[in-house]
């Protein structure tokens, strides 16, 4: 069994979902949540919050591997650099637990949870659902961590039938 967190990065609300994968490749849902951060008064209190609470859901539930969504470009400057600000406190914390980042493009986690990369945020609620067998609604920041989780879970599998290093599964002609 491996445990697997994934993050949704956000400088608002960071989701965090983290799933267990069997050897068969069977998915358990172990935990979700959104951080909200956006009440802190300024920014960098904002990132200690991100920092604190990644590293405190990693000590509770002990994940050994890391999905987090690549920063994309965003169309407001300011907001991406926040963005990227988000992911870095997040990338630290799991960093500071000995575990292994692996990034995944936000269509890349569509694909693979929705089967288009261009899914829209209510495919992937539904479709996570589904896939982890969770009822009722589920918070958007937390699913999109929970696909992601998924997705690098599917992409582990893959990786392992095949035998190829995960550089060479992304090189581009």
């Not at 050897?23 to 172990?30: D, E, F, N, R, T």
């Not at 000995?98 to 899914?119: F, P, Q």
């Not at 495919?123 to 918070?139: D, F, R, S």
Request: aromatic fraction near 4%; proline fraction near 3%; glycine fraction near 10%.
């Amino acid at each position: 069994m491996i445990r697997i967190i994934g993050i949704d990065p956000g400088s608002q609300r960071t989701g965090i979902g983290i799933v267990d994968v069997d050897a068969a490749g069977k998915l358990s849902h172990v935990f979700h949540v959104a951080l909200v951060v956006a009440g802190e008064e300024d920014f960098p209190l904002r990132l200690k919050r991100i920092f604190e609470g990644v590293d405190g859901i990693i000590s509770m539930h002990r994940p050994v591997e890391c999905g987090i969504e690549r920063v994309f470009m965003a169309r407001n400057p300011d907001s991406a650099l926040k963005l990227g600000q988000a992911r870095g406190a997040a990338i630290c914390a799991v960093v500071n637990r000995g575990i292994a980042v692996h990034e995944y493009a936000a269509t890349e986690v569509k694909k693979a949870v929705v089967g288009g990369g261009r899914s829209d945020k209510s495919q992937v609620q539904h479709m996570i659902g589904v896939l982890l067998g969770l009822k009722g609604p589920i918070q958007a920041d937390a699913a999109d961590a929970l696909a992601i989780a998924v997705a690098h879970a599917h992409t582990r599998s893959s990786l392992e039938r095949v035998g190829i290093p995960r550089t060479a599964w992304r090189r581009r002609r």
